[in-house]
């Protein structure tokens, strides 16, 4: 395949305001640190969803150059400061002109009296960084002053009291700065799995600790090292040399960036050399061959992918080629994630360090198989077998595998895996995933809920129906005993009948959960976004698809052809009881595509290209990918640079196409 000829996200001159940056199967990103610059809070998460939208750093410019760096279950991001000081100019009174994010790279530009600082980082293999740093005199007297490169700590969105940070950083030598984290996890034990109720007291929590350092190396001579103490009492590095510019004089400095994610071991203080001597290495690179590689690498990446059609306009076709872009950069190596030992990659939440939560998921890891598996099938066999290898001998599988028991959240796992059996072909891969992934299912049948013995939902026995029906497919391609097929068939028959039961045959909806607080259980009054999920072909009695259809259309679809979590007029219940009424206001999590754009486009296609048309602008409004937005498109939610908004909008664009159709398999 070739690249859309309207490809334009390498253009110099593109403005793009989003912040994350990184390199597939690395573990280590960047972004603009001002995003990011929020001190730890105590509410909890689900009080604060609405995480920062990439809007917001076009108001906030007051900042010193800066970008920030962040790892697996990154809470603090650890920021890069770069600046100049002297005939009058101070840190504080720097602004940014510009931010610009592409593929390859970040970019952008500060600016204090006259001094111009333009900072652009891009992330090479090896988990290895290099950022250039230009200083301009663009006044017309000398400057003199010093230059300074510091690291910093930034807390990011740490909200949750189950998080613990340690560390510091030392300047080990002129021009090299070094920085070691010790990263704290409290989790609840299994048998009381009820996070909040403990969080005030940290000695409730089960704590397991993992280690990561790394280093800077800023090319040139003449640096003077110091250690310093900044903002809350962190110890960190300062380096500084003399500097004079001419008027319109310029200079130009390298910094290597190297990291070593040690898990749960300490770090080796043998390799600290090793891993300097890597960061010198990169800065003595050439940066502008460099950045050319990386280009290359994304669109060597971009040739490999299915061509969106001319009914999509530029700028959405570049919004395409920017979600694949993203579901890439979020794939983790094989490694130590603290309670999980994956055997091989995995796909994070979200790697850049805004987010409120920077490890791998199940939601993740099956959307962005079914997508990788076009492209990268190795990879995506590996996710699907990550996921399996971390189901309990009982069947449960955390919503975030290596977590404790707070939370399962059914997903589609079966179908994600079937989807990758059709692209890499290897019946081996499906006997290694089949019996952990029956247990899985069978325990999420007993326990269709999300939070620990929660209500269980419409969304939930539609997705455990769904995973049936391609068990059954697994069970036939492997040639199992009928005995075994014929079980898994009562599964999907059950499971049929347990959606049935949620329709409300007074008011032509299905409604969203049972109400299990009330004696053996009561189907709630009210239906959501998520009771929509049985418009997935052989999940509805034929006669309600007619219905169900003028529901979406009627209550569920906007002016601006968005799909929606609440109705308009219906009564509004959410998936499970107490759900937060921030997302009244909130599109239907994306994810719920996989189900939802398949069925609506065999029962309606005029209501199905509304539908997903509208997903593909709203999205376009943010131009970044939250796990749901707003319903004028602005990102909300475990963002930006999230699976589910990415995923979002790459579905779209292909199920219009009618290119992933035959993926479903349905009979």
């Known amino acids: 395949m070739k690249n859309h000829s309207s490809l334009n996200l390498f253009n110099p001159e593109r403005k793009d305001n989003s912040v994350w940056h990184g390199r597939p199967l690395g573990l280590h990103s960047f972004g603009h640190q001002q995003l990011f610059d929020k001190k730890r809070i105590t509410e909890t998460a689900i009080d604060i969803v609405d995480t920062a939208v990439t809007g917001e750093i076009s108001s906030n410019r007051k900042a010193a150059p800066s970008f920030c760096h962040c790892t697996i279950r990154g809470a603090v991001a650890d920021a890069l400061n770069v600046w100049v000081e002297g005939s009058g100019i101070k840190r504080d009174d720097y602004e940014r002109s510009d931010s610009r994010w592409f593929p390859s790279h970040l970019s952008g530009s500060w600016r204090a009296g006259d001094i111009e600082i333009q900072l652009i980082v891009t992330v090479l293999e090896d988990d290895r960084a290099l950022i250039r740093a230009n200083i301009i005199n663009k006044g017309k007297d000398i400057f003199s002053g010093k230059l300074n490169v510091q690291g910093d700590e930034h807390y990011v969105n740490a909200i949750q009291a189950w998080y613990d940070f340690t560390g510091e950083g030392k300047a080990l030598a002129p021009g090299i700065g070094v920085v070691n984290k010790k990263l704290g996890i409290g989790y609840p034990p299994d048998v009381f799995p009820y996070f909040r109720l403990l969080a005030e007291d940290k000695q409730l929590f089960d704590w397991h600790y993992a280690n990561y350092r790394f280093a800077f190396a ?305 189907m709630c009054d009210g239906t959501g976004g998520e009771a929509l999920i049985p418009i997935f072909p052989g999940l509805h009695r034929p006669q309600y698809k007619k219905r169900i259809m003028e529901v979406i259309r009627d209550q569920f679809l906007t002016k601006d052809d968005v799909i929606t979590r609440s109705p308009s007029d219906l009564k509004f219940e959410d998936t499970f009881p107490g759900g937060n009424p921030k997302t009244h206001v909130f599109s239907l999590k994306e994810s719920n595509l996989i189900s939802l754009l398949i069925g609506m486009k065999q029962a309606d296609k005029t209501i199905f290209e509304r539908v997903a048309h509208g997903v593909v602008k709203n999205i376009l409004k943010e131009n970044d990918f939250n796990e749901c937005y707003t319903l004028d498109g602005q990102g909300r939610h475990n963002g930006p640079g999230s699976i589910f908004g990415a995923f979002g909008v790459i579905w779209s664009i292909l199920m219009v196409d009618g290119v992933v159709d035959d993926m479903y398999d349905l009979d």
């Not at 200079?251 to 960061?279: R, Y």
């Not at 061959?289 to 490999?304: P, T, V, Y």
């Not at 076709?317 to 920017?322: E, F, G, Q, S, T």
């Open 218 to 522: 800023m090319s040139g001579n003449n640096w003077t090292a110091k250690n310093i103490k900044v903002a809350n009492g962190y110890h960190t590095w300062l380096q500084q040399q003399e500097l004079d510019l001419n008027p319109g004089e310029s200079c130009t400095i390298n910094i290597g960036f190297a990291g070593e994610w040690c898990g749960c071991s300490e770090p080796d203080p043998a390799s600290e050399n090793e891993l300097i001597t890597k960061a010198r290495q990169c800065a003595s690179l050439d940066f502008d061959s460099e950045l050319n590689q990386s280009k290359k690498f994304w669109q060597d990446f971009f040739e490999e992918l299915p061509i969106p059609s001319d009914r999509w306009s530029s700028t959405e076709i570049d919004l395409y080629y920017k979600a694949w872009t993203c579901i890439y950069y979020n794939v983790w190596p094989q490694t130590d994630m603290i309670m999980y030992q994956p055997g091989g990659a995995t796909v994070s939440c979200n790697k850049v360090c805004s987010s409120t939560f920077i490890y791998p998921a199940t939601w993740e890891d099956s959307l962005a198989a079914i997508l990788l598996s076009m492209c990268r099938p190795k990879i995506a066999t590996q996710v699907i077998e990550s996921m399996m290898e971390t189901v309990e001998e009982d069947g449960y599988l955390p919503e975030a595998p290596g977590s404790t028991r707070g939370t399962q959240l059914v997903c589609i796992e079966p179908m994600a895996a079937w989807m990758v059996y059709t692209q890499n072909k290897d019946k081996a891969y499906l006997q290694r995933i089949f019996k952990p992934m029956r247990r899985n299912l069978l325990y999420r049948f007993h326990f269709a809920n999300w939070r620990h013995l929660c209500a269980p939902s419409c969304r939930n026995y539609s997705y455990c129906t769904i995973s049936a029906m391609y068990m059954v497919k697994i069970a036939k391609e492997l040639g199992l005993p009928q005995a075994e097929i014929a079980e898994l068939e009562k599964w999907h028959a059950d499971g049929l009948r347990a959606v049935d039961a949620f329709w409300d045959k007074e008011n032509a909806y299905y409604r969203s959960y049972i109400n299990t607080n009330q004696g053996t259980g009561r």
